[in-house]
């Protein structure tokens, strides 16, 4: 089977691997990897051609970028240019990690900005991130002061590519009038399936900007629930899973995102291998469009209007 291959994200971003590795859940928020297991799991992602890793400071509570870095630095400096890194900052955690963070807030100044993104450099043991992303908007936020901090970063060569996560439509607007934002990183599978309808999608085809989607199979929601929608939507699954090939729930879910036209790049949080392996199965799985509409109306409850 091919390697997976690399997409740009927008006219004027970088490009990544079609499959992004999410990292949230390879440390202490997780299966708490240590530093040689990340570096396999890294070594495995490149034999793949997955080559773009998912970051954000308070994954771990602060603590997994850090791992990731001493990963890295065993594996070489050698592999720091067959990656993209990709990390995200604004929210502050209550953690004993932070103890000047009193309680969860939003933080999109510039200088907090600016500090974030390199204390993501000195955890993750590298020069630049290919990829920075405002994690959540701030009812505060404003953007010439973020036009600021990005224009610092980027002038100092300490970020590529700026980008978004959670923004609406007009939030998105609003900062790229001050920057060129090259993603909005948001979350959308089929229990979760307001993009289509809320003008996100619309807007990002329209820039021709690839969105980023985190949760691309609606994670415990999907695996570990037991409402009726989502008993309803697992056994749609199953059987277009026997139709396919007899391949996992989890390809039909990606392979179901991949088919519109928006180009979305799945941010995929697995730990295990075999479900990394089994993600190019569905780079080249087309459903059929009725099976399509028939996941997205167990996902909403209802046929379509």
Known sequence: MSQIDQVS?????????????????????????????????????????????????????????????????????????????????????????????????????????????????????????????????SPLMNPAEIAEAFAHLEQSGKVRSFGVSNFTPSQFNLLNQSVTLVTNQVECHPLHSGCFYDGTFDQLLAAKVRPMIWSPIGGANYFKGESTTVLRLRDTVKVLAKKYGDVGEDVILLAWLLKHPVGAIPVVGTTKKVRLDATRLALDLQLEMQDWFAILEAGVGHEVA
């Open 9 to 137: 994200l927008s006219p004027n971003g970088p490009t990544l691997s079609r499959i992004v590795a999410g990292t949230m859940t390879w440390g202490e928020w997780g299966v708490d990897y240590p530093a040689p297991k990340m570096a396999e799991m890294i070594g495995h992602c490149l034999d793949l051609g997955i080559t773009s890793f998912d970051h954000a400071d308070i994954y771990g509570h602060y603590s997994t970028e850090e791992t990731f870095g001493a990963a890295l630095n065993e594996l070489g400096s050698s592999v720091r240019a067959q990656m993209e890194l990709i990390s995200k900052c604004g929210i502050r955690l209550d953690t004993n990690r932070r103890p000047e963070n009193l309680l969860k807030s939003y933080d999109l100044s510039r200088d907090y900005i600016i500090a974030s993104a390199e204390q993501s450099l000195k955890n993750l043991q590298t020069d630049y991130l290919d990829l920075f992303l405002l994690h959540r908007p």
